[in-house]
Protein backbone atom coordinates (compact mmCIF):
# COMPACT_ATOMS: atom_id res chain seq x y z
CA UNK A 1 0.00 0.00 0.00
CA UNK A 2 1.42 3.47 -1.03
CA UNK A 3 0.47 6.68 0.46
CA UNK A 4 0.92 10.45 -0.66
CA UNK A 5 3.09 12.28 1.32
CA UNK A 6 4.11 16.23 0.49
CA UNK A 7 7.85 16.42 0.21
CA UNK A 8 9.58 20.07 -0.12
CA UNK A 9 13.05 19.88 -0.86
CA UNK A 10 15.68 22.24 -1.96
CA UNK A 11 15.44 23.18 -5.61
CA UNK A 12 19.54 21.59 -6.10
CA UNK A 13 18.51 19.01 -4.08
CA UNK A 14 15.72 17.94 -6.44
CA UNK A 15 17.34 18.18 -9.71
CA UNK A 16 19.84 15.24 -8.28
CA UNK A 17 16.78 13.26 -7.79
CA UNK A 18 15.57 14.17 -11.27
CA UNK A 19 19.04 13.45 -12.93
CA UNK A 20 18.73 10.09 -10.63
CA UNK A 21 15.43 9.24 -11.73
CA UNK A 22 16.44 9.81 -15.70
CA UNK A 23 19.63 7.32 -15.03
CA UNK A 24 17.38 4.70 -13.59
CA UNK A 25 14.79 5.07 -15.92
CA UNK A 26 12.10 5.92 -13.27
CA UNK A 27 9.85 8.76 -11.99
CA UNK A 28 11.22 10.81 -9.69
CA UNK A 29 8.61 10.03 -7.14
CA UNK A 30 9.49 6.02 -7.24
CA UNK A 31 12.93 7.10 -7.77
CA UNK A 32 13.08 8.93 -4.27
CA UNK A 33 10.54 6.62 -2.53
CA UNK A 34 13.11 3.77 -3.39
CA UNK A 35 16.36 5.98 -1.86
CA UNK A 36 14.16 6.94 1.03
CA UNK A 37 13.30 2.89 1.82
CA UNK A 38 17.32 2.00 1.56
CA UNK A 39 17.72 5.03 4.27
CA UNK A 40 15.45 3.30 7.01
CA UNK A 41 16.21 1.29 9.47
CA UNK A 42 15.12 -2.79 8.47
CA UNK A 43 12.17 -4.15 10.18
CA UNK A 44 12.70 -6.67 12.27
CA UNK A 45 9.39 -8.86 11.50
CA UNK A 46 10.91 -11.46 9.79
CA UNK A 47 13.39 -12.72 12.34
CA UNK A 48 11.96 -15.62 15.17
CA UNK A 49 10.04 -14.18 17.82
CA UNK A 50 12.71 -13.73 20.47
CA UNK A 51 15.44 -12.09 18.38
CA UNK A 52 12.65 -9.90 16.84
CA UNK A 53 11.23 -9.02 20.05
CA UNK A 54 14.55 -7.96 21.64
CA UNK A 55 15.45 -5.84 18.17
CA UNK A 56 11.82 -4.04 18.13
CA UNK A 57 11.83 -3.29 22.22
CA UNK A 58 15.82 -1.91 21.16
CA UNK A 59 13.12 0.32 18.75
CA UNK A 60 12.14 2.04 21.48
CA UNK A 61 14.97 2.18 23.54
CA UNK A 62 16.18 5.66 24.83
CA UNK A 63 19.72 6.27 23.05
CA UNK A 64 21.70 5.29 25.83
CA UNK A 65 20.15 2.04 26.40
CA UNK A 66 21.13 1.70 22.48
CA UNK A 67 24.57 3.04 23.12
CA UNK A 68 24.69 0.23 25.75
CA UNK A 69 23.47 -2.38 23.38
CA UNK A 70 26.25 -1.25 20.75
CA UNK A 71 29.28 -1.56 23.04
CA UNK A 72 27.91 -5.29 24.59
CA UNK A 73 29.54 -8.09 23.60
CA UNK A 74 30.50 -11.51 25.28
CA UNK A 75 31.91 -11.32 28.38
CA UNK A 76 35.77 -11.51 28.97
CA UNK A 77 35.26 -15.44 30.54
CA UNK A 78 32.89 -16.09 27.59
CA UNK A 79 35.48 -14.75 24.96
CA UNK A 80 38.00 -16.62 26.02
CA UNK A 81 36.04 -19.34 25.83
CA UNK A 82 35.20 -19.30 22.64
CA UNK A 83 38.86 -18.16 21.12
CA UNK A 84 40.17 -21.38 22.71
CA UNK A 85 37.20 -23.72 21.39
CA UNK A 86 37.96 -21.87 17.48
CA UNK A 87 41.67 -22.93 18.29
CA UNK A 88 40.91 -26.32 18.99
CA UNK A 89 38.54 -26.15 16.03
CA UNK A 90 41.04 -25.21 13.54
CA UNK A 91 43.54 -28.12 15.11
CA UNK A 92 40.71 -30.37 14.72
CA UNK A 93 40.48 -31.33 18.43
CA UNK A 94 37.80 -30.67 19.50
CA UNK A 95 35.43 -33.34 22.09
CA UNK A 96 31.72 -33.29 21.49
CA UNK A 97 31.31 -31.17 24.41
CA UNK A 98 33.54 -28.83 22.91
CA UNK A 99 31.54 -29.35 19.70
CA UNK A 100 28.77 -28.30 21.73
CA UNK A 101 29.87 -25.39 23.58
CA UNK A 102 31.28 -23.74 20.16
CA UNK A 103 27.92 -23.53 18.97
CA UNK A 104 26.06 -22.42 21.84
CA UNK A 105 29.27 -19.55 21.96
CA UNK A 106 28.69 -19.05 17.63
CA UNK A 107 25.15 -18.53 18.48
CA UNK A 108 25.24 -16.26 21.47
CA UNK A 109 28.32 -13.69 19.67
CA UNK A 110 26.70 -13.82 16.12
CA UNK A 111 22.96 -12.60 18.42
CA UNK A 112 25.11 -9.91 20.21
CA UNK A 113 26.61 -8.93 17.04
CA UNK A 114 23.06 -8.43 14.98
CA UNK A 115 21.94 -6.70 18.25
CA UNK A 116 24.90 -4.32 18.26
CA UNK A 117 24.49 -3.62 14.58
CA UNK A 118 20.18 -2.92 14.88
CA UNK A 119 21.43 -0.40 17.83
CA UNK A 120 24.01 1.27 16.09
CA UNK A 121 21.81 1.72 13.02
CA UNK A 122 19.43 2.64 15.28
CA UNK A 123 21.32 5.51 16.66
CA UNK A 124 22.30 6.54 12.53
CA UNK A 125 18.79 6.62 12.07
CA UNK A 126 18.21 9.03 15.00
CA UNK A 127 20.89 11.37 13.87
CA UNK A 128 24.31 10.01 15.92
CA UNK A 129 27.38 10.12 14.35
CA UNK A 130 28.66 6.52 14.54
CA UNK A 131 32.18 5.24 15.75
CA UNK A 132 34.27 3.77 13.36
CA UNK A 133 35.23 0.27 13.17
CA UNK A 134 38.82 0.66 15.56
CA UNK A 135 36.65 3.71 17.68
CA UNK A 136 33.92 0.84 17.93
CA UNK A 137 36.56 -1.85 19.56
CA UNK A 138 37.89 0.38 22.36
CA UNK A 139 34.20 0.11 23.77
CA UNK A 140 34.51 -3.64 23.97
Known sequence: MTQAVTLYLPEDTLQRYRRGAAVAGK????????????????????????????????????????WQAARGGLSAEKQEQYDRVLLKHA???????????????????????????????LLKWRGHRIPSREDLRTYE
Request: glycine share 8%.
Open 27 to 66: GVDEFIADRLAELGPPLADGLPDSLRDELKSLEDADDQTL
Open 91 to 121: EGSLTTDEQRRLHELGDEARHLTLKKAHALM
